[in-house]
């Protein structure tokens, strides 16, 4: 198929065999999506949803694998909505994967309350006007608490899943008590956690939590995943065994 890039569009080969178009001044593919995607509970005969998908590509990953028998890519900018429709298209996945444009906190109006087996979401890491501003809006959307806070991601979550069903979320450490009381005030029970390092000199850089609709408290801690095996420049280092083996298998299920 012949790929059409418009002006600020680029295409990339990613893990998967997958390729994407991304947007030049967009937020671009990364461990964080891939790691996600990685860590989601196989469920191969449930339906799922992808809050704030972006370009789509933890959709295209856990699609690419598998994973769930049909998966809704929900993103409220337009631009990143028909990038993921393009993505699943050009990668054959568009019989599993179907985009919907839409504000997170108005799912229920597109995907029928309690129908989900697994949500997922790599959503804004940082509060409303924090930061300093990136001079492209799309950015700021994505990075920023613009369209929803995380307890607006977890509610929306636990209205679409089943009884059971999980939500699987990458978010930043230092946020993980806000996270932590926005799971638990939406019946969402914090179940399993990874705390991600860049290396072992380095404190941690992501938090992968997994949680489940209407479970007892029990929380299972990973030993940490280490990225690199040594500190410095990303292009000088290398991988660690573990993170070879995230790769390898896409799973962290090892680490437990």
């Not at 809006?137 to 607006?152: H, I, K, L």
């Not at 029970?189 to 609709?213: G, H, M, N, Q």
């Not at 083996?245 to 090892?254: I, N, P």
């Amino acid at each position: 198929m012949k790929i059409e890039l418009s002006d600020g569009e680029r295409l990339d080969r990613i893990n998967e065999n997958l390729v994407i178009i991304q947007r030049k001044h967009g937020l671009t593919f990364g461990t964080d999506s891939y790691l996600l995607a990685a860590f989601a509970k196989k469920k191969t005969r449930e339906a799922a949803a992808d809050f704030g998908s972006g370009t789509g590509v933890a959709s295209l990953l856990c699609a690419a694998r598998g994973k769930y028998k049909k998966i809704y890519a929900l993103e409220i900018q337009r631009e990143f909505f028909e990038l993921s429709k393009r993505n699943a298209a050009v990668n054959g996945l568009d019989g599993v994967i179907s985009p919907v444009c839409c504000d997170i906190r108005n799912a229920k109006s597109y995907i029928a309350q309690g129908s989900l087996g697994a949500v997922i979401s790599n959503p804004p890491y940082m509060p409303k006007m924090s930061g300093a501003e990136s001079s492209h809006g799309e950015m700021n959307s994505a990075r920023r608490e613009e369209n929803g806070t995380v307890a607006d991601f977890c509610m929306s979550a636990a209205a679409l899943l089943r009884h059971g069903g999980i939500f699987t979320v990458v978010y930043r450490p230092e946020r993980l008590a806000e996270l932590f009381f926005a799971l638990k005030g939406s019946s969402l029970e914090p179940k399993r956690l990874v705390f991600v390092y860049p290396d072992e000199k380095s404190p941690p850089c992501l938090a992968l939590v997994e949680s489940k609709k209407g479970a007892a408290p029990s929380l299972r801690v990973a030993r940490p995943l280490i990225i690199y095996s040594e500190p410095g420049r990303k292009k000088d280092r290398r991988y660690t065994e573990d993170m070879d083996r995230v790769y390898d298998e896409f799973s962290l299920d090892f680490l437990f």
